[in-house]
């Protein structure tokens, strides 16, 4: 069964981050206030970014990623500007 991972932009210009089996049936669940604490608290919703896997799993772990990604990545994913990815990757540096 294929899944959806999907990036939402809230009405505060925040994004969230889900992943779903049917991407039509949860946009209006967070359109109508019933997707998620957190965008019920900031309706309106605009989806921004979708992506079809082929797995609800893979949806899932790609959901995951994204979530440890900084807003400027979040954002080159979402103006398709893939080139950019590596280099805002966060850096960890060992002492």
Known sequence: MTGFVYILRCADGTYYVGSTRNIDH???Q???GDGAEYTKRRRPVELV????CSTVA??????KRIHGWSRAK???LIDGR?????????KTFRR
């Open 82 to 90: 893939f080139d950019l990815l590596p280099g805002l990757s966060r």
């Open 26 to 28: 949860r946009l209006r």
């Open 74 to 76: 979040r954002q080159a």
């Open 58 to 63: 893979e949806a899932f772990g790609f959901e």
């Open 30 to 32: 967070h359109q109508d």
């Open 49 to 52: 970014f979708c992506r079809e």
